[in-house]
């Protein structure tokens, strides 16, 4: 039976991101054509006022980095969210009293993660600004590289560059910095969950082991019924794997809030009168 699930969890494993690919790719050439078909309805004032590189950067970075949320963090997503369902339905069945904890730490987590994500998603909007200011600025300055040298402008020219491309470097470091800090958090607070656990639960066994009855065993246990070391060593291993998916959503943080911003830059190309 064990053999038939791993054999299962292959095959619809791989059903699942061929399902994504096909499905990111299609998505991904009808964003291509109508942000392509939006620029041939735009008013010549639009391009005056917008670099050439800036406008690829729409086509590259902001495309690039959609897709990379479609095709691999929206699997991730699913299954974490599955297994992060199932481990807390287990544990509520193991032992209420204990899940409490995991409740506490829980919504310290998700504070954590609302703070984090709403600084990183405006550094995230800041450096897909300044990487198409960079690929703006590249992109002109090599169509005028002959103008440049004639005028000896070479010495300006890397002057302005450094610059922005300074900021562009301080931008991408401020996003990823607030988006990474979340992975060794959550192992923090794994940590700090899985001894809390282990003291209380110790704790029922030793000193209320008798009382657990009726009520009072269905509330310090839980669907099983009384606390034993048993449930007690099954609960554990269920707060170790409880911090698994959250820590495989913080690591793919990046992707989305990258890709949240490079979004959000090509629908208001989309939008634009």
Same mark, same amino acid.
């Given at each position: =039976?064990?053999? %038939?699930?791993? %054999?299962?969890?292959?095959? !619809?494993? $791989?059903?699942?991101?061929? +399902?994504?690919?096909?499905?990111?790719?299609?998505?991904?050439?009808?964003?291509?054509?109508?942000?392509?078909?939006?620029?041939?309805?735009?008013?010549?004032? $639009?391009?005056?006022?917008?670099?050439?590189?800036?406008?690829?950067? $729409?086509?590259?970075?902001? @495309? &690039?980095?959609?897709?990379?949320?479609?095709?691999?963090?929206?699997?991730?997503?699913? @299954?974490?969210?599955?297994?992060?369902?199932?481990?807390?339905?287990?544990?509520?069945?193991?032992?209420?009293?204990?899940?409490?904890?995991? /409740? %506490?730490?829980?919504?310290?987590?998700?504070?954590?993660?609302?703070? !984090?994500?709403?600084?990183?998603?405006?550094?995230?909007? &800041?450096?897909?600004?300044?990487?198409?200011? %960079?690929? *703006? $600025?590249?992109?002109?300055?090599?169509?005028?590289?002959?103008?440049?040298? /004639?005028?000896?402008?070479?010495?300006?020219?890397? &002057?302005?560059? !450094?610059?922005?491309?300074?900021?562009?470097?301080?931008?991408?470091?401020?996003?990823?910095?607030?988006?990474?800090?979340?992975?060794?958090?959550? *192992?923090?607070?794994?940590?700090?969950?899985?001894?809390?656990?282990?003291?209380?639960?110790?704790?029922?066994? +030793?000193? #209320? *082991?008798?009382?657990?009855?009726? /009520? !009072?065993?269905? #509330?310090? *246990?839980?669907?099983? =019924?009384?606390?034993?070391?048993?449930?007690?060593?099954?609960?554990?291993?269920?707060?170790?794997?409880?911090?698994?998916?959250?820590?495989?959503?913080?690591?793919?943080?990046?992707?989305?809030?990258?890709?949240?911003? =490079?979004?959000?830059?090509?629908?208001?190309?989309?939008?634009?009168?």
């Amino acid at each position: =039976g064990l053999a %038939v699930l791993y %054999v299962l969890s292959a095959v !619809t494993n $791989y059903l699942l991101n061929r +399902l994504m690919l096909e499905c990111s790719t299609v998505i991904m050439r009808e964003l291509r054509s109508e942000l392509f078909a939006k620029m041939q309805r735009l008013p010549i004032s $639009y391009f005056d006022n917008n670099t050439h590189g800036s406008l690829m950067s $729409y086509f590259t970075n902001d @495309i &690039e980095a959609t897709n990379e949320l479609l095709q691999h963090s929206i699997t991730q997503l699913m @299954i974490s969210v599955m297994s992060l369902i199932g481990t807390i339905g287990m544990m509520l069945a193991l032992s209420m009293r204990l899940f409490a904890i995991m /409740v %506490v730490l829980a919504a310290i987590v998700i504070l954590i993660v609302r703070i !984090t994500t709403k600084i990183s998603s405006k550094s995230y909007r &800041e450096q897909q600004k300044h990487a198409a200011s %960079v690929n *703006g $600025y590249i992109e002109e300055l090599i169509e005028g590289l002959k103008v440049v040298k /004639v005028f000896c402008r070479e010495d300006k020219s890397k &002057e302005n560059f !450094t610059q922005i491309n300074e900021d562009f470097r301080k931008s991408a470091t401020k996003a990823h910095t607030f988006a990474s800090i979340l992975m060794p958090i959550m *192992g923090n607070i794994s940590y700090i969950n899985f001894t809390l656990s282990a003291a209380l639960g110790a704790f029922i066994i +030793l000193n #209320l *082991g008798d009382a657990q009855q009726g /009520v !009072t065993g269905f #509330l310090l *246990g839980g669907f099983s =019924g009384a606390l034993t070391i048993g449930s007690l060593a099954s609960f554990l291993q269920y707060t170790r794997q409880f911090s698994n998916p959250i820590t495989q959503f913080s690591q793919q943080m990046n992707n989305i809030l990258l890709a949240l911003a =490079g979004a959000e830059r090509i629908f208001d190309v989309i939008d634009e009168t």
